[in-house]
């Protein structure tokens, strides 16, 4: 049942005119009350009330009767009849009420979901186990695809509209260009042992193509690709550094010792291997325990950043990658002393952390929960990755640089 003044013929204003009605014990099926402004006061003026398309009857614009009642009208709307005319209006517009979802379906789809993450996740670690154990080009060669894949997601991010809204993003011919340097840092890396001076000749190329292009270069645009060649394609290039360059061999691993002679036997397992091993198991490790611990016990937010992390996950993710750290250097008889084994899965611990909020950061001011869609279940590549990116150059310096200099 709905009632509406009329106000200057085009806005309607729903009333209950109850009050205006000849016989207060029946309600008006639909009525409107006609206003006129005055043309010297300016002031609304009632003049006649319908019923329907009928005159029901007219009032008196000095009525003080009338005036007393017409103020209690406005004030009782009916919420019922509001309702309905906004559903209409939204119906007019075109929208499409939400409508509420079936439980059942909402469980299938999480189950759904959880299973491509388990399948597909099951599938990476399987494919990435082989690489690293393969070492070598294999090894190389997955690197530089996946770096392929994971700059030309990073440059997507920065022309988004989000992040495009503060600043000018790098032409596309450009991006494209990075996104393939980028990919041939690992090979390069695995030839010539050293990348500074390519490193260096690739980024003063991209600046003078950035420079000397048309229309108005921005800082903007030299500072988002330097930061992709050095994300996307420097930091990669450690893990070949790791796994690739460190070739002494781990003797006194076990396992080496029953390896198969025509895999390599135990030369096979080197230094970079075991501690290429130990750093991806804990990396996997600290976000396993700090997804599991932030859904148990998380309460207090990590960082705006990425605030679904709490402190309280972090915790445990770091006691889970300090446990796995400590496990595999007892298996693998490295790193020799459990201090320095300690100290391999701190450092395994804030280099993922790190890298993990890095991508957040760019995600975030991009608009976007993933990165791409690359991955059913996990998103993009960057997704999967961005808590290596910082990890390997971490990991290489302490092999390289820590545990010759104390002997550990």
């Not at 960082?303 to 400590?326: D, F, H």
Request: hydrophobic content about 45%.
């Amino acid at each position: 049942m709905a009632s509406f003044v009329e106000i200057s013929r085009y806005n309607l204003i729903p009333l209950s005119f109850t009050s205006l009605c000849g016989c207060p014990c029946r309600l008006l099926s639909y009525n409107t009350m006609s206003l006129s402004r005055s043309p010297t006061t300016h002031k609304l003026k009632p003049n006649l009330v319908f019923h329907g398309s009928e005159p029901l009857f007219r009032v008196r614009p000095t009525s003080i009767h009338v005036n007393r009642r017409l103020i209690p009208a406005v004030a009782r709307a009916e919420p019922e009849s509001i309702e309905e005319s906004n559903a209409n209006e939204e119906f007019n517009k075109g929208h499409v009420l939400p409508e509420a979802k079936d439980p059942l379906s909402e469980l299938q789809d999480k189950s759904s979901q959880l299973r491509k993450r388990i399948v597909f996740g099951l599938g990476i670690g399987i494919s990435v186990g082989g690489a690293v154990l393969a070492g070598g080009w294999v090894f190389t060669v997955a690197m530089a695809a996946a770096v392929l894949l994971g700059a030309r997601e990073y440059f997507e991010l920065v022309r988004s509209s989000g992040i495009t809204a503060g600043m000018t993003p790098p032409p596309r011919y450009v991006s494209r260009v990075c996104s393939v340097i980028c990919a041939l840092m690992p090979i390069l890396t695995l030839y010539f042992g050293n990348i500074d001076i390519s490193v260096t000749s690739a980024a003063f190329v991209v600046a003078m193509a950035l420079l000397m292009q048309r229309g108005n270069p921005r800082f903007a645009q030299l500072s988002s690709t330097m930061f992709g060649l050095f994300y996307c394609g420097y930091l990669p290039c450690f893990w070949v550094k790791l796994r690739c360059g460190l070739t002494a061999p781990a003797l006194n691993t076990r396992v080496g010792a029953g390896w198969p002679y025509l895999l390599g036997g135990q030369a096979h397992w080197t230094i970079g291997l075991v501690a290429t091993l130990i750093s991806v198991s804990s990396i996997i490790a600290a976000d396993t325990y700090a997804f599991l611990g932030g859904k148990a016990i998380g309460r207090t937010p990590l960082t705006n950043i990425s605030p679904k992390k709490t402190w309280e996950g972090a915790i445990v993710g770091l006691g889970g990658c300090i446990a796995t750290s400590v496990v595999l250097s007892k298996i693998l008889s490295w790193p020799a002393s459990l201090l320095s084994a300690i100290a391999f899965g701190i450092l395994n611990f804030f280099g993922s952390v790190f890298g993990d909020l890095t991508e957040s950061m760019i995600k975030r001011d991009a608009g976007v929960k993933d990165s791409g869609s690359l991955i059913p279940g996990h998103g993009g590549i960057l997704d999967r990755v961005d808590s290596y990116m910082f990890t390997g150059a971490l990991a290489y310096s302490f092999v390289k640089i820590l545990i010759p200099l104390y002997g550990v």
